[in-house]
Each structure stands twice: as C-alpha cells, then as structure tokens.
Nanobody
C-alpha cells in the first residue's frame, strides 16, 4: 500500500505561484510513476503532469506546459508541482496519484493510489 498526502494549495492572484507537495509513505516510490491531476467544479478530472520516480520522460498537459514543473526529492519521498504564471482557469482541486502497474501516464484510471487533494484557487 502507498499513502499519499498533498499540501501547498491555497488562494493566489493571477500570475502568482504555488508549489504543491505530495508526500508518500508505505512502499517506496522507486518503481512508480507519479502524476498530478486536477478537477474543477462541474468538470471532469484532467491530467496535469507525470513522471517516473526513477527518472525518464516527463509529461505535461498542453494547458500547463511551460508554466508547471514536476520534480521529486527521493530522500523525502516527495513529489512537487511548481506552478507559475497561474490563471483563473487553473482553479481546481489538485490530486497526486501513484501508478504501480503501468499504463498510460495521462489516464487517471491507470493509477492505483490517490491522495485526498488540495484546493488551488486563482483569483482574477
């Protein structure tokens, strides 16, 4: 089992920045892909970013490319999502997820473990 806890959400003005953290416990993340997803009110969950814990390719949604960066701290078993140049349309609950069994990096259904989410609100 893997437990994931997100933190770092909050209220920020347009153009501001936030850094989300996803702390993992239980099994080591070393062989997992970790992804960030978000869900705005009345909308479906959407993919934001993902990479493999042990390195390799990083993937971003087109809507956040160039503004968001996913990174990790192996020693802390933590994955981060640095969000810059935030826009009101980035407002959502952000979730981190871990994928143990393989599959699409962008498909939430292929992820096995989820955090509880953290709210990000960008004011105009």
């Amino acid at each position: 089992q893997v437990q994931l806890v997100e933190s770092g959400g909050g209220l920020v003005q347009t153009g501001g920045s936030l850094r989300l953290s996803c702390a993992g416990s239980g099994r080591p993340f070393s062989n997992y892909r970790v992804g960030w997803f978000r869900q705005a009110p009345g909308k479906e969950r959407e993919f934001v970013a993902a990479n493999r814990w042990s390195g390799g390719s990083t993937y971003y949604a087109d809507s956040v490319k160039g503004r968001f960066t996913i990174s990790r701290d192996n020693a802390k078993n933590t994955v981060y999502l640095q969000m810059n140049s935030l826009k009101p349309e980035d407002t959502a609950v952000y979730y981190c997820a871990a994928q143990a069994r393989g599959g699409s990096s962008r498909d939430g259904e292929s992820y096995d473990y989820w955090g509880q989410g953290t709210q990000v609100t960008v004011s105009s």
